[in-house]
């Protein structure tokens, strides 16, 4: 069982750098991370979608 | 301007290179994990120990492909958050439900029974192993069906009612999303062209051990499985790829122009058989697309709307309009999109200023036009044209490998069948050096499906520079460079661990 405990490797090493790093340090959900409620993302969103010349 | 653009190319193209990568390894999943069920029933059903060796060979690349190309789909979603958040949030509970069954359903199921399988040979009954064994294979092709779901939803989406509340799609019809004709034809070409690139990747492997005058016998039993497997999976991916081209000019016809480089509509068009765009060629300038080009008559008309003299709109005629042939323009819906949009900033204004009466007359108006309200954003008509030059080829790349997939089945099928297969030097270099197009065909593919669609991020709705989060272009150039790093990192490792295999070779197994 070498290759299954050097895909468990591959798979362990993988799942971490997608998970901790990647996740953490670079993929912060936009939405999430800037505004606390649902209203004031739906409120956000809307003015996007209506403030075209801004874009 | 030119900040949002540069922006929206660099989202774009990390997310490109993420589906790319991931697409690497998706479908031979889908394949060969029924190509090994299919070898371990042949075990059971024959109680033969040499089967249950050679479905233990193919295994483990099934194995080395799963654990490596494992969680690479799961980077697109932290994208979808960050670089996509108006995109998410507009999607809302659409995307989000096929998405969340996919991870509940199909992919802990799949990812449990593969424990079983790959761990469990000695450890539960062979009725039970086989069972599981079948089970991996419908849970990854139950995977891909849930994301196929949801990306016919952006390829044409129904089911839903966009909130002016809470600027979300809510679904109210489940069963229109799910049986979504989009998403069906989707679907099924996709897992077919997934069995096609495993047969292929059977044949390629097994034609190496005949060249090198090593393990003969499984190769050649081998082939003969794959070949059969491969032959009638490409039938069903030939009449998917009709009924999904078929779609395509229904609700994506601009798409299906691109496809075929035609500029001006046609009545009996044809399908480029072989052709090579100009490349001064631009939308309008009634030049002659191709410098040279060779077409199958009416192919095209029969092709989009199963009738040969039926008329096809070309770029322009989409673009400009066509009277003669009812087909609006896009200068039309553009001008439907302003007021749409226009309705929904009024319904938000006279909402906050409690005036309901004129915010109600604005939300009627906003439904009568929202169908088409990200045509709105649009600069200039002609930004509703995708890269012609790239999905012309990509198409005409991913038919004729098609076609020659199809015609190396049924040349292995019969000489593994006149057990002339071994001689045939020629052919079995053809199937080892066809694998590489076998791959280059998937990819091609989802540029057709995903390029094609462009700008849309979803049909008509929202063009993709809408669809983006104002975040540093900065983040995403770094995060793209750090996706290209690691994603090639894994291929070299799956290439490297699956070569050594390869190289070992059944005799570990036999």
């Not at chain 2, 060796?53 to 190309?69: P, Q, S």
């Not at chain 2, 150039?477 to 699956?498: D, S």
Request: hydrophobic share 50%; proline share 3%.
């Amino acid at each position: 069982m070498k290759l299954g405990k050097r895909l468990w490797l591959i798979i362990l090493i993988k799942l971490f750098i997608i998970f901790v790093l990647i996740k953490v340090l670079f993929f912060p959900n936009h939405l999430k991370t800037n505004f606390k409620t649902d209203s004031e993302r739906s409120a956000y969103i809307l003015e996007q979608l209506t403030q075209t010349e801004e874009r | 301007m030119e900040n949002t653009d540069l922006l929206v190319d660099w989202s774009r193209a990390q997310f490109a290179l993420t589906a790319l990568y991931h697409w690497l390894f998706v479908p031979l999943t889908l394949g060969l994990t029924f190509i090994v069920a299919i070898m371990e029933t042949i075990y059971v059903k024959t109680g033969n120990e040499w089967w249950k060796k050679t479905t233990k060979f193919w295994m483990g690349l099934l194995a080395i492909n799963f654990a490596v190309g494992l969680a690479t789909g799961i980077i697109m979603e932290f994208e979808f958050g960050t670089n996509w958040s108006n995109y998410s949030w507009i999607v809302g509970d659409i995307f989000g439900a096929p998405i969340a069954i996919e991870g509940l359903m199909a992919f802990f199921m799949e990812s449990t029974f593969f424990a079983i399988m790959f761990f469990g040979w000695e450890k539960v009954s062979k009725r039970m192993h086989l069972t599981s064994t079948w089970l991996v294979a419908l849970g990854s092709n139950l995977s891909a069906l849930w994301i196929l779901v949801a990306n016919g939803w952006m390829q044409h989406p129904v089911g839903m009612k966009f909130n002016p509340d809470t600027a979300r799609n809510e679904m109210d019809n489940f069963a229109e999303v799910f049986f979504n004709p989009n998403a069906v034809s989707k679907f099924l070409h996709t897992i077919s062209s997934g069995y096609v690139l495993a047969s292929l990747f059977v044949i390629a492997i097994s034609s190496w051990y005949l060249i090198k005058k090593r393990d003969v016998l499984f190769a050649k039993r081998s082939i003969l499985v794959a070949s059969s497997f491969g032959l009638l999976t490409s039938i069903f991916l030939l009449a998917s790829g009709d009924d999904s081209a078929f779609n395509v000019a229904q609700k994506q016809p601009m798409k299906l122009a691109a496809m075929e480089g035609l500029y001006n509509g046609e009545s009996r068009a044809g399908i480029i058989f072989a052709g090579v765009l100009d490349v001064d060629k631009d939308i309008g300038d009634k030049k002659d697309p191709f410098y040279f080009s060779l077409e199958i008559p009416n192919a095209l008309s029969f092709l989009g709307y199963h009738a040969l003299d039926a008329f096809v709109p070309g770029v322009d005629d989409l673009v400009y309009g066509n009277e003669k042939h009812h087909v609006e323009s896009v200068i039309s819906k553009m001008e439907k999109g302003k007021i749409a949009l226009q309705a929904l900033t009024d319904y938000k204004r006279f909402k906050k200023e409690g005036n309901m009466v004129e915010a109600e007359k604005s939300r009627k108006l906003f439904e009568k036009y929202q169908s088409v309200m990200g045509y709105g954003y649009l600069e200039k008509p002609e930004d509703a044209v995708p890269s012609v030059p790239l999905i012309f080829y990509s198409f005409h790349i991913m038919v004729a490998s098609g076609s020659w997939f199809l015609l190396l089945f049924i040349l292995t099928l019969y000489f593994s069948m006149t057990n002339a297969l071994a001689d045939k030097k020629w052919l079995l270099w053809a199937g080892l050096m066809t694998l590489p197009m076998g791959y280059l065909a998937q990819e091609c593919g989802w540029i057709v499906a995903e390029a094609g669609r462009q700008p849309w991020a979803i049909q008509d709705i929202l063009p993709v520079g809408m669809a983006t989060s104002n975040i540093s272009t900065t983040s995403v150039q770094i995060t793209f460079w750090l996706f290209a790093v690691l994603f090639t990192g894994l291929l070299i490792a799956e290439v490297k661990i699956m070569l050594t295999q390869i190289n070992i070779g059944p005799k570990g197994e036999h």
